[in-house]
């Protein structure tokens, strides 16, 4: 079976502080890409970041950094300057050919941004 | 330009009622999925389809059917509901950008949460 793992399922950081959120996934495909999205209490998906899986450069975005690690099968999403807008759930994914290019996603990490 | 939409917002349903959700996209997006987010779980895939009159099973099909009569709308189906069925919907298309495989991004709707009593 192929599964994404998400370990923490709660995280806190103070504003302005730097938090990693932590993610291994298990797939047998040697062509596939990586995501974090953010799911607010709205409900709304945000994809935040994607990386393709034969890239080594590790993805940014603003804030947001990647460390991906192909070898161990890691991806974890690093916060920059934390804002109060960046409390949500944050949910690892990743996807292949397989299955019409859909995504599969882990549990999620709950970040909590206090001032 | 609406993007991906999804009729409806809510809805609670009694065990052995049907109802359908609807997913319409304007972006002529050939990929369309459904997927279900029950608490504490990420998203899990019920069924995609891959373009018009297509249909395909993901990884949590049973109790549901899907239609793709037309290339905009996503139809799923549910015949007899059921409290395990208690959930919220995420319809999602697929954009094929220009940069290759590397340009595939999923557009997500708002979501439906549906409840079975």
């Known amino acids: 079976a192929q599964t994404v793992t998400q370990s923490q399922p709660e995280m806190s950081v103070q504003e302005a502080e730097t938090v990693t959120l932590s993610c291994t996934y298990d797939?047998?495909?040697?062509?596939?890409?990586l995501f974090w999205y953010k799911q607010p209490p709205s409900r709304q998906m945000i994809l935040v970041i994607r990386?393709?899986?034969?890239?080594?450069q590790n993805a940014t975005e603003n804030r947001f950094s990647v460390n991906f690690q192909k070898a161990a099968k890691s991806f974890s999403l690093k916060i920059s300057d934390s804002q109060l807008g960046d409390a949500a759930m944050y949910f690892c994914a990743y996807r292949t050919v397989n299955s019409g290019y859909a995504l599969n996603f882990g549990k999620g990490t709950s970040l909590l941004v206090t001032p | 330009n609406a993007g991906v939409t999804q009729t409806p917002k809510f809805r609670v349903l009694k065990t052995g009622q049907s109802m359908t959700l609807l997913c319409a996209q304007d972006?002529?997006?050939?990929?369309m999925y459904w997927y279900r987010q029950d608490p504490g779980m990420g998203l899990r895939l019920i069924h995609y389809s891959v373009g018009e009159g297509t249909t395909a099973k993901g990884e949590v099909p049973d109790g549901y059917n899907v239609s793709r009569l037309k290339k905009q709308n996503f139809l799923l189906g549910l015949e007899s509901a059921a409290p395990s069925q208690t959930s919220v919907y995420f319809c999602a298309t697929l954009y094929r950008g220009l940069a290759g495989d590397a340009g595939y991004e999923q557009y997500f709707g708002p979501g439906t949460r549906l409840t079975v009593t």
């Open positions: 990386q393709e899986a034969y890239k080594q």
């Open positions: 797939t047998s495909e040697s062509d596939y890409y």
């Open positions: 972006m002529n997006h050939e990929y």
